[in-house]
């Protein structure tokens, strides 16, 4: 099993200490976190329960590098929530091409992001935010009902256009339709989809647009269209996010995730 664990240098640890003073435990300074704490854009208000370990995170190992996060959307998600909310995490590393027994074991599904909750292994990126919502409310991430289906079908969209052979078979009007749906929603609603702050279904969103990016800009040298400038500002503001930067795959590797499925 491979684990990546960085120790913070004094400067961030002393910020940890600083900002997580009533959660952490005495063992703080001998603990190894692996994601880094930053000063928060925003007043942190700290949750009441305790966080004295890092989480464990099964994640896609790299295909194109030794020891780095893969591109998967959904585990990047969930490191995304981990890191808005201040937790610590390590990540275990998974070759999803020869997946070893002890993640079988553990994952009978054989998906990632799978995460150690209260010492059970909890697969799904929807139900490990949800759960991590419940457990650290703070800072609040939960997306209204009425707005948490916004930009849903975009990635279904993109998936049939990247995959497409056939350049009038209405794939790619068919991205364009979500994309001006999200624009105009984004125009009335923005900057985020709950408005100022970013919110759950940013953190879902936000890996599939950068997939979105990466694999029409290789396979079909497309991007995004400059009309859609409230889809572009909200893209480039979540793309420059601290917590989106400590979580992003490779570029490489989101080029060779989407391989087989556009040669398939
Ligand atoms: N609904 C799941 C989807 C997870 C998923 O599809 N993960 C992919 C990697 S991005 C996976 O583990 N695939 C391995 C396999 O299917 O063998 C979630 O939201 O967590």
Redesign the pocket.
């Known amino acids: 099993m491979s684990t990546v664990k960085i120790t913070p240098s004094p400067a961030s640890l002393t910020t940890t200490i600083k900002h997580l003073a009533c959660i952490q435990q005495p063992r703080l300074q001998s603990t190894i976190f692996t994601n880094k704490f930053r000063t928060p854009r925003r007043a942190l208000t700290v949750s009441m329960a305790s966080v004295d370990t890092p989480f464990e995170v099964c994640v896609?190992q790299s295909i194109t590098t030794p020891n780095k996060l893969?591109?998967?959307?959904?585990?990047q998600?969930?490191l995304l929530t981990l890191e808005e909310k201040q937790l610590p995490y390590d990540m275990k590393f998974?070759d999803?091409s020869n997946?070893p027994d002890w993640f079988l074991k553990i994952?009978p599904?054989?998906?990632?992001?799978l995460i150690k909750l209260d010492e059970k292994w909890v697969?799904?990126?929807?139900?490990?935010t949800q759960a991590l919502e419940e457990k650290f409310p703070e800072p609040p991430l939960a997306t209204p009902p009425e707005k948490a289906s916004v930009g849903l079908k975009i990635f279904p969209k993109f998936v049939a256009f990247v995959k497409s052979k056939d350049p009038s078979d209405g794939t790619e009007q068919a991205l364009l339709d979500e994309l001006t749906a999200f624009n105009d929603y984004l125009k009335e609603n923005g900057p985020f989809i709950n408005g100022n702050d970013v919110s759950a279904t940013d953190l879902s969103l936000g890996p599939k647009l950068y997939h979105l990016e990466i694999a029409l800009g290789y396979y079909k040298n497309w991007s995004v269209p400059d009309s859609f400038s409230y889809v572009k500002s909200y893209m480039k503001s979540i793309f420059s996010r601290e917590s989106f930067i400590n979580t992003r795959a490779l570029k490489e590797d989101v080029i060779e995730?989407w391989r087989p499925k556009v040669m398939g």
Not at 70 to 75: A, E, I, K
Not at 109 to 113: C, D, I, L, Q, Y
Not at 123 to 128: K, L, R
């Open positions: 896609k893969g591109d998967c959307p959904f585990t998600r969930v998974v999803l997946k994952s599904e054989g998906k990632v992001p697969p799904d990126s929807d139900v490990i995730g």
